[in-house]
């Protein structure tokens, strides 16, 4: 994120970074569910003997899969609604000849094939999957369904119908093959399931097949190499210096411009207030004061509202 019309990186000051305000980015294993890191975090800050504070993630990652895990903290939490809205990246393996009622390796067999597509079959069909496609979600998801989560209920033994959502793939690709599997590299839309996808890819080669490895290696602007494993997080937190690996605030957001504010403008928006007749880009934008953010803003016509303000 950047201030209009500057290339510098809007950098937060060490009294914020103290607060833990920002982000943690786990490299979650497979095991854990997004729940359980979450509270790992909170163990660490305890541990490190810092203030407790609010802690979210950006992202649900299922048990079995691992990777990448936005963890926000103090005011940033009031970000992680952005952070699910993002682009994500994954690495995924579909093993074929079973396809699960899960549609991972953990679930119950329902449908068998003795069809092994060869590679070139693979990559003839890959075009059809990109850009904007439907897909039904699988039926052990955290989806709602009047008010209730679908895997919830599927486990109470009640029969479930998952609406389909269009989602966007924006590039999908075939890195390692063999007879017995395939791997694949997926840039996704926000919605998007990798097993539904697999599932689909499966079907389209007159087969069936569940993942059988799924890695998130990007969300939004958070990468796999910011990411720690949950033991190096608590190895940290055990020397104190918790707060070194912090990232700030501002970085949930780097795609969004910075939009510098007076002291007047920023006390008016801490009010909830809108500002009027201002130079700004059309769209979201973080107002700043100095190093200091303010509010995340939506702007229209030269007047701007908040969106989310914060308290510091």
């Known amino acids: 994120?950047?201030?209009?019309?500057?290339?510098?990186?809007?950098?937060?000051?060490?009294?914020?970074?103290?607060a833990l305000h920002g982000w943690i980015i786990l490299d979650k294993a497979e095991g854990p569910g997004s729940t359980q890191a979450v509270?790992?975090?909170?163990?660490?800050?305890?541990?490190?003997g810092l203030p407790k504070v609010k802690v979210g993630h950006g992202g649900t990652l299922d048990p079995l899969a691992s990777g990448v895990l936005p963890v926000a903290l103090g005011?940033?939490?009031k970000l992680a609604g952005y952070a699910l809205n993002s682009d994500k990246v994954y690495e995924f393996t579909l093993r074929f000849g079973e396809e699960t009622d899960s549609l991972d390796r953990e679930g119950a067999v329902i449908a068998?094939?003795?069809?092994?597509?060869?590679?070139e079959a693979i990559e003839s069909i890959l075009p059809s999957f990109q850009g904007n496609i439907h897909q039904i979600p699988p039926i052990y998801s955290a989806?709602?369904?009047?008010?209730?989560?679908a895997c919830d209920r599927v486990r109470a033994g009640e029969t479930v119908t998952v609406k389909?959502?269009?989602?966007?793939?924006?590039?999908?690709?075939?890195?390692a093959y063999s007879p017995d599997e395939a791997s694949f590299r997926a840039t996704v839309s926000k919605g998007t399931y990798i097993r539904s996808l697999a599932r689909d890819i499966?079907?389209?080669?007159?087969?069936?097949?569940?993942?059988?490895?799924?890695?998130?290696?990007?969300?939004?602007?958070?990468?796999?190499?910011?990411?720690?494993?949950?033991?190096?997080?608590?190895?940290?937190?055990?020397?104190?210096k918790l707060n070194?690996?912090?990232?700030?605030?501002?970085?949930?957001?780097?795609?969004?411009?910075?939009?510098?504010?007076?002291?007047?403008?920023?006390?008016?928006?801490?009010?909830?207030?809108?500002?009027?007749?201002?130079?700004?880009?059309?769209?979201?934008?973080?107002?700043?004061?100095?190093?200091?953010?303010?509010?995340?803003?939506?702007?229209?016509?030269?007047?701007?509202?908040?969106?989310?303000?914060?308290?510091?």
């Open 75 to 77: 005011e940033a939490t």
């Open 202 to 240: 499966a079907h389209a080669l007159d087969c069936h097949g569940h993942v059988s490895r799924l890695r998130r290696c990007k969300s939004g602007p958070f990468t796999d190499k910011q990411a720690i494993s949950l033991d190096k997080l608590m190895e940290i937190a055990n020397t104190g």
């Open 39 to 48: 509270s790992a975090v909170k163990r660490a800050i305890r541990l490190a």
């Open 244 to 312: 070194k690996i912090l990232l700030p605030l501002t970085a949930g957001l780097d795609d969004i411009p910075a939009f510098a504010v007076s002291s007047d403008q920023a006390k008016a928006l801490r009010q909830g207030q809108k500002l009027v007749g201002i130079n700004a880009e059309q769209g979201l934008n973080m107002a700043m004061e100095t190093e200091m953010p303010v509010a995340l803003i939506e702007v229209f016509e030269q007047q701007a509202r908040v969106l989310r303000g914060f308290n510091f």
């Open 1 to 18: 994120m950047t201030i209009a019309d500057k290339s510098e990186k809007v950098t937060l000051s060490p009294p914020l970074l103290a």
């Open 143 to 149: 989806l709602k369904i009047d008010g209730k989560r």
């Open 164 to 175: 389909g959502r269009d989602i966007t793939i924006y590039d999908l690709n075939l890195v």
């Open 112 to 119: 068998q094939s003795d069809n092994r597509p060869t590679k």
